[in-house]
């Protein structure tokens, strides 16, 4: 049987005058949830309310998928930069999640996979106790203004794999074209995390647990380049997949 993949959506409706929240929830959630098709997994968009840990209980596996700014209370300082912060309630939730496919929860422990993707990877760092930049160009020496990639189904920018990478779909070296929309990224990365990708200022671009089944986040987004058929994009649907599908039967 194919594996239940839990993805993250939050209730507030964006798609203006008419719309529904869940309506623009699921919107928001349609390329995430082809790319878990695709890759063989049943995706479940979870809306962020009740308890996470009823939910976290039916999942096989887990995608954080990108939002608004995290706020910098999370990670013990106060906002320095102009933020359109992401729903707390949907924070807390999501921390939830991650802790527990982190450190496993009921009977046995048992961890299960997880994928943060852009604010996904960025919420996994905090959530592990590392830190942000508030705003990348105006505290990453050098950093033009953030990336914003506008074409996001193909590659725009380089990022290199430093070579000892462990997290499932992450390739060991290498260097890939990826698509990022993001104005936040990886200040102090969590002590339970190892970088494995770099863009070329030094902004973490991936990051991973050695050890977990898989436990991987993130910085661009690889399911607007899954449907495009990118072979980096492909790997990493691939073996969280079938992370979820080993979790499953184990």
Known sequence: MRPLIGITAGLSATGGPGTSAVSSMFSAGRQYAEAVWRAGGVPFLVPVTGSPEEVFRHLDGILIPGGDDIAPSYYGEKPEHPLKLADLGRTDFELYLIRAAYRGEGKGRKQKPLLGICYGMQLMNVALGGTLYQDLSGQLSGRPGGTCD??????????????????????????????????????????????AAFSGDGLAEAVYSKGHPFFVGVQWHPERMFLSEDPLANRLFSSFVEAARRARRG
């Open 150 to 195: 506008m074409d996001h189904k193909r590659g725009t920018h380089y990022i290199t794999f430093a070579g000892d990478a462990e997290g499932g779909g992450l390739p060991a070296r290498g260097r890939f074209t990826v698509n990022s929309s993001h104005h936040q990224g990886i200040k102090k990365t969590a002590g339970a995390l190892f970088e």
